[in-house]
């Protein structure tokens, strides 16, 4: 069964094997990656956070959470999904001492969508829900939607309170972390969903201007492309997590 860990209560690690610490998407419920943990057949322990449902967060309280619960006597390479890219990327910079790779998925290091960032003044008055169900799959999903992962995510998203789901847009259309792509020394994989809607391909540009030497594995995928790539992507994993323990 897949482990997805809250964020008070980090078990005991297994060693012998590599540790994928995953910072899940916005709604932060760490219950879509089955999937995932089932393309990496045991070869890898994937260890999936998991973010409050009912508060206020933004970006440095989340930051704070994760480092608090982080592994702190075996190695891991962290794995940054979409919302939480911009975390993976604040917690690489500090340099922590078992960190050995940073993986960045269908994500960003500042807002993918500069001319919105003063829309964020008007999250306060804009309805409850930001947006149904078929536009979030349209976006989301496009032409790999599934009645499956239709359900998935709309389960997903009962869970969390609308306006925590609010206070991480806020923190999106805030965000620039760009500067402290400069301070990462491990080695860095970006997993570059081709099809997304959502995160414009300028966001992957954007980090590799910073990161010269960072690999990009390239899917013919929607934003959800753990969800819907996942067998491609845990052999590119795999590979990369492999190259770096040799």
Known sequence: MLLVLQMSNWPAIIAGMTT?????????TGTLYEPLHLALNGKCKLLVVTYPVDQLLGYTELEAL???????DEDYILLGESFSGPIAISIAATRPVRLKALILCATFARNPYPW????????????TRLAP???????????FSSKELR????????????????????????CDVREKLKAIKVPVLYLQATRDRLVPASAHAG???QLHEMETCKYDAPHFLLQ????????????????IKA
């Open 20 to 28: 994928l610490v995953l910072l899940p998407g916005m709604d932060g």
């Open 66 to 72: 994760v480092q608090a619960r982080l592994p702190v």
């Open 116 to 127: 919105l960032a003063a829309s964020k003044y008007a999250l306060p008055y804009l309805p």
């Open 133 to 143: 169900l078929s536009v979030l799959s349209h976006l989301l999903l496009g032409r």
């Open 151 to 174: 359900r998935q995510l709309a389960g997903a998203l009962a869970q969390v309170n609308p306006v925590s789901l609010k206070a991480r847009l806020y923190a999106v259309l805030s």
């Open 207 to 209: 980090i590799d201007k």
């Open 228 to 243: 819907t790539k996942a067998d491609e992507v845990a052999k590119d994993i795999l590979r990369f997590t492999s190259e």
